[in-house]
């Protein structure tokens, strides 16, 4: 069974940074892609980065340059370095994998940046 743990979410301030990990058991995460979404309070999930199982990134236009999607194999872990955050970066952050057809995800973590 596929299990995804997200942690690292906090309180923080504008410009500040916060990263955020996400464990899984039941899959590899260099075997599959792997995502991060966030859903703003009264908003649509959105996506904010991949990565790709041959290691490939892509990112939100809202995001790019400011975070950066990783993996560490040997952990079995993902992770989303959020730099330079805005009020608008606020939301609960989730982190997905795809594996072949099927989708699952984490239980989210939060973010608040707020001064």
């Known amino acids: 069974q596929v299990q995804l743990v997200e942690s690292g979410g906090g309180l923080v301030q504008p410009g500040g940074s916060l990263g955020l990990s996400c464990a899984a058991s039941?899959?590899?995460?260099?075997?599959?892609?792997m995502l991060w979404y966030r859903q703003a309070p009264g908003k649509e999930r959105e996506l904010v980065a991949t990565?790709?199982?041959?290691?490939?990134?892509n990112y939100a236009d809202s995001v790019k340059g400011r975070f950066t999607i990783s993996r560490d194999n040997a952990k079995n872990t993902v992770y989303l370095q959020m730099n330079s955050l805005k009020a608008e970066d606020t939301g609960v952050y989730y982190c997905?994998?795809?594996?072949?057809?099927?989708?699952?995800w984490g239980q989210g973590t939060q973010v608040t940046v707020s001064s």
């Open positions: 997905m994998a795809l594996v072949r057809v099927f989708d699952y």
């Open positions: 990565i790709s199982s041959g290691g490939t990134t």
């Open positions: 039941g899959t590899l995460v260099s075997r599959n892609s």
